[in-house]
């Protein structure tokens, strides 16, 4: 439920509220220099997500099963931490019904191992919940010996370490870290967890061979209250206000996407005022690719979530996944974007890894007598400068601003030449509305329209890998039709289109943002029915652009990144101090 409130459909705005101060906290290099040097020497993906806005064990639902029974068909859906536990050790009695992944993978012939001590795995093996491992536990008959031997017992790091030797490392491994490894609050923290982390890599690297061909997903079932800034990819929320009752729309399906049925042993969290909501995603966790495939320290910004660890299971083996909605699969990429498969490197890889045994023994003695206070005045976080190496993506969202003055509204037209992206638009005259959020699929265009006030309009967008669209001005201005794209006759050039539907002729002003010395200042005359373009070498931002276009009282800004198919690199403007305040438009009129 606290997650919920600190989402607030997206806006944000009462995290330590609705979690706790020590939320808005955030780790130095110094203080997690085993998950710095292990970003470092591997792939990170920044935009990868919890799949629902909840707890612990549902989120772990999603990454073992795909889904949450969203049309409550076989015992969901799941919102909660009813379920983590055996009946009869405290788990609801009535358990979920539908089929898991590992399931499925061993009806296909494919192997798979839970490494996970049942004496002590935080409650964090979601399979306890499940019919079929309910009776594998405790032996009933006609139990399947395979789920119980595989799913629910316990088979620690040493035997992981002594099936890497033995040749015996299955196909699929789930690790199930301990408590004192889960790096939850209380029970842990990040200096065990990456001695947890440490020891599961000892073991997986123990035999050259068999790591030469294997992969270690590292990531988190949710984000333990911590605040994120970027609002995460979701279907649009309801909103009575809006036309057809949603803010916003949706080229994809998303009937299950929702929470529309009453959660079986969720009464404390299954609120009214949660139903009908889209279930996720939830915010960013982190989420490291370590593999001979994924060397070199780089950063993968394609959307993900916990379902986009089976659909990089069903491209490897091809056994499918029924329970990811068609939302999530349109939304969601499959993680193969993380790998370089044409290139391996399976050399050692430890020593850049820094000892962290000591730092885990004092973390596990400090526990939380050593909070760190909280600042007596507010400071801004500060992110380092640098710039990592950036997988290619495939996202190409477009959007053009019309004006409906007959009507008093503006019109935005989402369009979308790539793979399905989620545009969040927030209305700044309007900051207590639900802001809006537009899935625009594949080759897919959507509308939507805002009522100006007084003939003015104050519309920020933000998408997918800092893609960034904001649009403010008066009706009674020109209207400027203005975009960047990729240079149809020159793929190292990026290419600004200007146009506008007036009778005269406008004054412009192109004023740079973050990258000034690559896109300079320019003031020029755009005649009507004339498109002026401008061109720049893509190479000197790695496709980065930051640009506003000023003309007689409105102004567009156009910021993201090009993308060619090729791979760059991350936002070079990243850095610094981090903007804790905007400039807000500022409405004056008669009060009644």
Same mark, same amino acid.
């Given at each position: 439920m606290d997650a919920q409130r600190a989402w607030d459909h997206g806006r944000l705005g009462h995290w330590a509220a609705a979690k706790h101060n020590h939320a808005l906290g955030y780790y130095r290099r110094a203080d997690i220099p085993f998950q710095y040097a292990l970003a470092d020497a591997f792939t990170i993906c920044d935009a990868y997500h919890a799949a629902i806005q909840t707890g612990t064990n549902s989120n772990r639902v999603f990454l073992w099963t795909g889904g949450n029974d969203p049309q409550a068909r076989a015992g969901g859906p799941v919102i909660g931490n009813s379920h983590d536990n055996f009946a009869e050790l405290g788990g609801f009695a009535e358990p979920y019904h539908w089929g898991t992944y590992v399931q499925a993978l061993q009806h296909a012939g494919v192997s798979w191992q839970i490494y996970q001590d049942m004496a002590d795995n935080f409650t964090d093996n979601p399979l306890a919940g499940f019919a079929a491992f309910r009776q594998a536990y405790s032996a009933a008959p006609g139990h399947d010996p395979q789920l119980r031997a595989r799913g629910v017992s316990t088979r620690g790091l040493a035997l992981l370490r002594e099936d890497v030797l033995g040749g015996r490392l299955p196909a699929v491994s789930y690790i199930i870290a301990d408590a004192a490894g889960s790096e939850h609050p209380d029970?842990? #923290?990040?200096?065990?967890?990456?001695?947890?982390?440490?020891?599961?890599?000892?073991?997986?690297?123990?035999?050259?061979?068999?790591?030469?061909?294997?992969?270690?997903?590292?990531?988190?079932?949710?984000?333990?209250?911590?605040?994120?800034?970027?609002?995460? &990819?979701?279907?649009? #929320? *309801?909103?009575?206000?809006?036309?057809?009752?949603?803010?916003?729309?949706?080229?994809?399906?998303?009937?299950?996407?929702?929470?529309?049925?009453?959660?079986?042993?969720?009464?404390?969290?299954?609120?009214?005022?949660?139903?009908?909501?889209?279930?996720?995603?939830?915010?960013?966790?982190?989420?490291?690719?370590?593999?001979?495939?994924?060397?070199?320290?780089?950063?993968?910004?394609?959307?993900?979530?916990?379902?986009?660890?089976?659909?990089?299971?069903?491209?490897?083996?091809?056994?499918?996944?029924?329970?990811? !909605? &068609?939302?999530?699969?349109?939304?969601?990429?499959?993680?193969?974007?993380?790998?370089?498969?044409?290139?391996?490197?399976?050399? &050692?890889?430890?020593?850049?890894?820094?000892?962290?045994?000591? !730092?885990?023994?004092?973390?596990?003695?400090?526990?939380?007598?050593?909070?760190p206070p909280l600042p007596a005045t507010l400071q801004p976080p500060e992110q380092p400068f640098g710039v990592r190496r950036s997988r290619g993506l495939p996202y190409r969202p477009s959007v053009e601003l019309t004006y409906l003055p007959e009507r008093g509204e503006v019109n935005l037209r989402m369009a979308n030449a790539g793979a399905a992206a989620v545009l969040h638009v927030y209305d700044r005259f309007d900051l207590a509305a639900i802001?809006?959020?537009?899935?625009?699929?594949?080759?897919?265009?959507?509308?939507?329209?805002?009522?100006?006030?007084?003939?003015?309009?104050?519309?920020?967008?933000?998408?997918?890998?800092?893609?960034?669209?904001?649009?403010?001005?008066?009706?009674?201005?020109?209207?400027?039709?203005?975009?960047?794209?990729?240079?149809?006759?020159?793929?190292?050039?990026?290419?600004?289109?200007?146009?506008?539907?007036? #009778?005269?002729?406008?004054?412009?002003?192109?004023?740079?943002?973050?990258?000034?010395?690559?896109?300079?200042?320019?003031?020029?005359?755009?005649?009507?029915?004339?498109?002026?373009?401008?061109?720049?070498?893509?190479?000197?931002?790695?496709?980065?652009?930051?640009?506003?276009?000023?003309?007689?009282?409105?102004?567009?800004?156009?910021?993201?990144?090009?993308?060619?198919?090729?791979?760059?690199?991350?936002?070079?403007?990243?850095?610094? &101090?981090?903007?804790?305040?905007?400039?807000? *438009?500022?409405?004056?009129?008669?009060?009644?």
């Open positions: 029970p842990s #923290s990040p200096a065990q967890g990456a001695a947890y982390t440490a020891r599961v890599l000892d073991a997986l690297t123990a035999d050259p061979a068999v790591w030469s061909r294997t992969a270690l997903l590292v990531m988190f079932d949710e984000n333990d209250g911590f605040f994120d800034h970027m609002p995460p &990819p979701a279907p649009p #929320s *309801p909103d009575a206000r809006a036309t057809g009752g949603f803010a916003g729309a949706s080229t994809v399906a998303t009937d299950d996407d929702y929470h529309r049925h009453p959660a079986p042993g969720e009464q404390k969290v299954d609120l009214p005022e949660l139903r009908g909501r889209p279930y996720g995603l939830g915010p960013r966790v982190p989420m490291y690719v370590v593999s001979p495939w994924s060397r070199g320290g780089w950063v993968d910004s394609q959307v993900y979530d916990h379902t986009s660890v089976l659909r990089l299971l069903e491209r490897r083996f091809g056994v499918p996944a029924p329970e990811i !909605t &068609p939302w999530r699969r349109a939304v969601c990429g499959d993680l193969t974007n993380a790998f370089d498969f044409r290139q391996t490197d399976a050399r &050692p890889f430890a020593a850049a890894l820094p000892d962290v045994g000591a !730092t885990a023994a004092r973390a596990a003695a400090l526990r939380e007598h050593a909070l802001p809006r959020r537009y899935t625009v699929g594949n080759d897919a265009t959507v509308d939507g329209t805002w009522t100006t006030y007084d003939g003015r309009y104050d519309l920020w967008l933000p998408g997918p890998n800092g893609f960034h669209r904001h649009y403010r001005g008066d009706v009674g201005a020109p209207l400027l039709v203005a975009e960047i794209a990729r240079d149809p006759n020159d793929c190292t050039c990026m290419l600004l289109s200007l146009r506008h539907g007036g #009778s005269t002729a406008v004054q412009l002003e192109l004023q740079p943002g973050a990258y000034a010395a690559a896109q300079p200042r320019e003031r020029l005359r755009l005649a009507p029915g004339i498109t002026e373009q401008r061109r720049w070498k893509a190479a000197a931002t790695g496709g980065w652009y930051d640009l506003w276009v000023h003309h007689d009282g409105a102004a567009q800004r156009l910021a993201g990144r090009i993308e060619t198919g090729a791979d760059s690199v991350s936002d070079p403007a990243m850095g610094g &101090p981090a903007r804790l305040q905007q400039e807000l *438009p500022i409405l004056i009129g008669a009060l009644d």
